[in-house]
């Protein structure tokens, strides 16, 4: 059977590649819960789904505030009448100047790129276990793979949310759950506009159709996007820390 | 205030749940699983405090044990889950009277590994050896001994519960005994077991005199039950449900009395825990991994050939073969095998048991197999029990018969089954029949209000007594009662 949902949370919804996501699945015949913090964003998003047919909630919160992510999800669920795909795409990453040191910036991006994600696919994972189906999506990044001189703070929260999706495929995996783990390469999106040695970029809708076919594989994959960053990933990975600390990259 | 809840203000619903952990939780069959916001009290005064807490919030509650109930008893998708795990000390055990006091969540393993020793044996078990005392009084099981010995709660000698507001109540046979007859088999909805108080029975031996006796149809099954029902203690028959014809119920029925201790030389040591474990091995292999071996035999053709196999090794042992068998061995079958519920694979198993009033059972049965059957739905194991009337209000039993039925949920996920057991259903209430709340996961609002009737009236005044809020709740209780739950939330 083709992979199809019906009942979708996109959290991270109103831009980049969570409105995108949002979008695709909509026009795929989703019910999608578009939840981010800018409001009028949300409601230029659930628009334009709507206008095209599709059906769309909006729902205000900031990802930062894990600690309304839980009743925000019950709450949700309870209004789609059931659930069988999230997507988390909320992700931040502030510009950092060359050797700075921001606590406040790093721990931005921990509370959205990790601890936001953990509160929104946690409670997920588990209905979707308690079910027996569905597709948790967390959109990580090929920035996790290593610990890079840039930007220590993202490098971490990315490489954090990718085990942690990991270790929820380990978990989900034998209920049926889909927990697909998607590492974007260079997307044209808010976060990287105006930064200079971008090369490979996608637009953010390719990002999505990229994503969504890994997740319709339904065998809870670990996909790059484009598929040509997986080249990248691997020779990141093995090269030696000696090599690796005298680079720029 | 205790550390596992939040510092939120009352009311504060959203907080109270989230601030709970979210577990997967399943009935014992496995077939319906719930992601569950799951609180564990630690104490009494802290089960309170939950409850009220709760109560105050406007969040529901359900309460669970060992989970041992099959279906949806012990779930709640909305709400929280408060676990009695961590409730499980005896309080105390006294040889000379035979009275435990324990807390609810006391595992019946807990206490009739203290008690027996001591020459006592609970009067009622199920079985297996792992619900909680709690679990056994919210569904007020019964055992093999359910036409002789009653309900758990006729051995109940009285009960703490925590109401929704958070006071605890003392109920007996004298004290608050609307509430006594109500809350045992009640199903956890009119507050949470704290403490119970329980009626050991004295025995002079660990083991029990055990008799098997073929039997080759439904007309022999109750025949033997006739004749044999005065003198036994225990009475319980399999039944190999893929029979079919004239031998539809055939089976093996077993006939256990204990024994006095001039009947077993062995008496005294016979008590002792170590001659009451149950096997570690099982034709070789060790019983935990044994569950594996039965998986690819849990199918219809391998079924069919088990149920055929363990007849005709009955036939061969022959009428009337007797043996000794400890306490532990025959009352706790169902722990042979442990994870044997795994066999069945992800989507588990479905258990029914129908309860149907005596004579009508004579029939009814016969008809309900060979329906099943026709339906190509066929049971994989058939428990048949007599049973007795007993004065709880929500009580299953009756002078009648129960028959209870184990069922994979097959390739369709149980589509084809549920329509069978459906049709199954409205012969048992065509002929005055009942469910067990503990094995039900099936039963729709208008079936469960025609087999309880106006006792469902009755416990549900009381509810809005002691829980006006409809605080107590749980999946099965919302699935059965949606319209008198809203009813109560509402005030009407």
């Not at chain 1, 959205?112 to 994972?125: E, F």
């Not at chain 1, 990315?158 to 390469?185: M, Q, Y």
């Not at chain 2, 190999?240 to 119920?249: E, H, L, N, T």
Request: proline share 5%; net charge positive; aromatic share 8%.
């Amino acid at each position: 059977m083709a992979w199809s949902v019906k009942k979708a949370i996109v959290v991270g919804a109103s831009s980049g590649i969570g409105e995108a996501m949002a979008r695709r699945l909509a026009a795929q015949g989703a019910e999608v819960a578009l939840v981010a913090r800018r409001h009028d964003e949300l409601e230029r998003v659930a628009a334009a789904i709507r206008s095209t047919g599709g059906k769309a909630h909006v729902h205000v919160h900031d990802a930062a505030q894990s600690g309304e992510a839980a009743p925000l999800f019950d709450e949700i669920v309870a209004r789609l009448g059931g659930l069988d795909c999230l997507v988390y795409a909320a992700g931040t990453m502030p510009e950092l100047a060359e050797g700075e040191f921001d606590f406040a910036k790093d721990r931005a991006m921990i509370e959205v790129n990790l601890l936001g994600a953990i509160a929104w696919c946690g409670p997920a994972a588990q209905l979707f276990s308690a079910q027996r189906g569905g597709t948790l999506i967390g959109i990580s990044s090929i920035a996790g793979e290593r610990g890079r001189r840039g930007n220590p703070g993202y490098c971490t929260s990315k490489a954090a949310f990718t085990t942690w999706l990991e270790s929820a495929r380990n978990r989900a995996a034998r209920d049926g759950v889909n927990v697909v783990t998607i590492k974007p390469g260079f997307v044209d999106t808010a976060m990287t506009r105006g930064k200079a040695g971008l090369f490979w970029l996608i637009s953010a809708d390719e990002a999505a159709r990229l994503s969504l076919q890994i997740a319709a594989k339904g065998n809870s994959a670990s996909g790059f996007v484009p598929a040509r960053w997986a080249l990248v990933g691997f020779v990141v990975r093995w090269i030696p820390s000696f090599l690796f600390r005298r680079m720029n990259f | 205030m205790d550390a596992n809840l939040p510092s939120a203000p009352p009311g504060s619903s959203r907080q109270l749940r989230s601030a709970a952990s979210l577990r997967v939780l399943d009935g014992f069959g496995g077939s319906v699983r719930a992601a569950c916001r799951t609180l564990v009290p630690s104490s009494t005064d802290e089960l309170a405090a939950m409850l009220a807490r709760a109560n105050d919030a406007g969040v529901a509650v359900a309460m669970r044990g060992a989970g041992r109930s099959y279906g949806d008893a012990a779930l709640s998708r909305d709400g929280l889950v408060l676990d009695a795990c961590a409730l499980n000390r005896i309080l105390s055990w006294d040889p000379s009277t035979g009275i435990a006091v324990a807390e609810a969540g006391v595992p019946l393993a807990d206490l009739w590994r203290r008690a027996l020793p001591d020459g006592h044996w609970p009067a009622v078990v199920p079985g297996t050896m792992f619900p909680t005392l709690g679990g056994m009084a919210s569904m007020n099981v019964h055992g093999k001994n359910q036409f002789k010995a009653g309900v758990f709660g006729e051995h109940v000698q009285w009960f703490d519960l925590v109401t929704p507001s958070g006071a605890l109540v003392r109920a007996s046979r004298s004290e608050n005994a609307e509430l006594f007859h109500a809350a045992l088999g009640g199903a956890g909805l009119l507050g949470a077991f704290a403490r119970i108080a329980l009626q050991l029975k004295p025995v002079e031996s660990g083991r029990m005199k055990v008799e098997s006796i073929p039997v080759g149809s439904f007309a022999e099954q109750f025949e033997v039950f006739d004749a044999r029902r005065a003198g036994a203690d225990y009475l319980v028959s399999w039944i190999d449900c893929f029979a079919s014809g004239s031998a539809v119920g055939r089976g093996q029925i077993h006939v256990a009395n204990h024994l006095h201790g001039s009947e077993d030389p062995r008496a005294k040591e016979s008590l002792r825990l170590e001659e009451q474990e149950l096997p570690s091995r099982i034709f070789g292999f060790p019983k935990s991994q044994l569950w594996r071996l039965m998986k690819p035999v849990l199918n219809d053709p391998g079924m069919r050939f088990t149920n055929l196999a363990k007849y005709l090794s009955a036939k061969l042992a022959g009428r009337g073969h007797t043996y000794l068998q400890s306490h532990a061995a025959f009352a706790f079958l169902l722990d042979y095998v442990p994870g044997w519920r795994l066999a069945y694979g992800a989507r588990g198993l479905l258990q029914h048991q129908l309860f149907v009033p005596e004579p009508a059972a004579r029939t009814v049965f016969p008809a309900a197999l060979r329906l099943l059957q026709e339906r190509g739905t066929p049971s994989y194991l058939g428990v048949l029990k007599r049973h007795k009337p007993d004065p709880f209000l929500l009580s299953h039993a009756f002078d009648g018969w129960s028959l209870a039925l184990d069922f994979p949920l097959g390739r369709d996920g149980g589509t084809r089954l549920r329509a069978a057991l459906r049709e199954v259903t409205e012969m048992v209430l065509g002929a005055g029949g009942k469910f067990y709340l503990a094995k039900d996961q099936l039963l729709e609002p208008g079936q469960i209000e025609r087999a309880y009737g106006e006792r469902l009236d009755r416990f549900f005044a009381l509810k809005a007594k002691i829980d006006p809020r409809a605080t107590m709740q749980t999946d099965q209780a919302r699935r059965l009662f949606p319209e008198r739950l809203r009813a109560l939330r509402e005030g009407r």
